[in-house]
């Protein structure tokens, strides 16, 4: 059989990690597709300063619309970034009726509905594997091994860069700043790392495996996003010493009222699995009816963990070449006609447990008053640890574990709390999931 032509836009990381995949493991590749994959035209913005990845056969371009109006290509592979271009340029090549393989988080993520209808409508495919958690074949397993199952929630260390930063606070007490620089240092940041740690890249992430997991249109407008940027050591050896770790959580649950759509900084009890998911790696798990918990863990960002989800995506675009646009997996995992338009929670309604830390006066009374302000909003303590004042100083750090709350309750209760003229600057909440 005839190979299959495509191209590919963007060979900065995870492009040239795709050209070298697909040639080193070209044989395997083709005995999997049944038929070869061929790169024959890749755009880079300067064509003369390619390297370091397999250009045998592979004309370079600096113009990215020659390749998705290139009449032999059957399939483009975006691997540009960002809103613009690739979005025009996706959507060009859906229009010449080629089918797309992207990486592209915040495109799918904010356009995705766009592109999908755009594509339906042309019968074409457009695979998305590599936007969710790098190499985790995640979008797959939701997508197709968990369709049995009605999936109540899902929760995922999504961001490798906040994990990292993270990670090195704990088990090297560094501060926040310098891990973030080291972070970007070693290249795991995105381009603006305020994308990594204010919860907007896994924001994007956790839009797109909401939409797979529950079947409703992607939503990135109503997800809540908060980063790590106000989590300090003093809070991470506080959770730790209450047998807890602080992640980074895209979190996606189904409840009575609608779905909740959040990302933040979350303690997790030590002894759950992801709890233990440390440095740039990555993790998802989800909660399905029939299967139970699952967790999915690997490699969330870099070029050839990320250029493994890519090809596995064209080798099912390949696969599926011959097949009726009705016969495919759908791109949202349910049927277009099906995606339901299920109401999307308000913070406000969110209902978590809480890490509150304080400073205090130490004197009599003090947390009779702060337990009282809980108390009237039904805001029940699981623990609470005071701390010795350091010599000289009349405050205490207090910390507080609270049981399931609702979101405005415990916003109410902390302006309260603020309030008091034993409590000094601001309260520092963190929510917390069990994930049991
Ligand atoms: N900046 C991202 C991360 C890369 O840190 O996870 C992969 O999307």
Redesign the pocket.
């Known amino acids: 059989m005839k190979p299959v032509k495509i191209g590919v836009l963007g060979l900065g990381t995870v492009g040239g990690g795709t050209l070298n995949v697909l040639s080193r493991n070209a044989e395997e590749i083709t005995r999997r597709a049944g038929r070869e994959i061929q790169v024959c035209l890749a755009a880079a913005r300067d064509v003369q300063r390619v390297r370091g990845c397999e250009l045998q056969g592979v004309r370079l371009t600096a113009d990215p619309f020659e390749i998705v109006n290139d009449p032999e290509i059957e399939v483009v592979v975006e691997l540009i970034g960002g809103y613009e271009p690739a979005k025009s340029l996706v959507l060009q090549a859906i229009a010449n009726g080629k089918h797309v393989v992207t ?1 592209n ?1 915040a495109l799918i993520a904010l356009h995705g509905n766009e592109i999908f209808a755009a594509a339906e409508k042309q019968g074409v495919m457009v695979q998305f594997e590599a ?4 190499g985790i074949p995640i979008i797959k397993a939701i997508r197709e091994g968990l369709s049995g199952n009605r999936i109540s929630w899902l929760a995922g260390i ?7 930063i993270l990670t090195e606070m704990r088990d090297k007490g560094r501060d926040f700043a310098d891990a973030l620089a080291e ?1 970007q240092q070693r290249g ?3 381009a603006d790392p305020t ?2 740690i204010e919860g907007i ?2 924001g994007h ?1 956790l839009t797109i495996l909401a939409s797979i997991a529950f079947g409703i249109p992607l939503r990135f407008d109503k997800v809540y996003t908060e980063g790590i940027t106000r989590i300090t050591r003093a809070d991470v050896e506080y959770a730790e010493a209450l047998g807890y770790r602080i992640k980074l959580l895209g979190v996606a649950r189904k409840t009575p009222g609608g779905v909740e759509l959040r990302v933040h900084p979350t303690l997790i009890p030590k002894r759950r699995l992801i709890a233990n998911v440390d440095g ?1 790696m ?1 993790a998802v798990l989800v909660y399905g009816d029939a299967v139970g918990p699952t967790l999915y863990y690997g490699a ?3 070029a050839e963990p ?1 250029a493994s989800a890519v090809v596995a995506d064209l080798v099912d675009v390949v696969r599926a070449l011959t097949s009726d646009p009705e016969n495919r997996v759908p791109h949202l995992a349910f049927q277009a006609s099906a995606i339901s338009q299920a109401p999307l929670l308000a913070a406000d309604e969110f209902k978590t447990a809480y890490y509150l830390r304080l400073t205090a006066e130490d004197k009599p009374g003090v947390l009779a008053d702060i337990s009282q302000i809980l108390a009237a909003r039904q805001i029940s303590i699981e623990a609470l640890i005071q701390k010795e004042p350091r010599p000289g100083e009349s405050s205490v750090p207090i910390i507080m574990l609270t049981q399931l709350t609702l979101e405005k309750e415990m916003n109410a209760a902390i302006a309260e709390i603020e309030a008091l003229a034993s409590v000094s600057g601001k309260i520092n909440r963190i929510r917390m999931e069990t994930l049991g």
């Open positions: 990486a988080k936007a969710v958690a790098g999504i961001n490798g860069t906040s994990n990292f972070a795991y940041a995105e994308f990594d890249d896994a992430k740039v990555n969330g960002a870099g990320t």
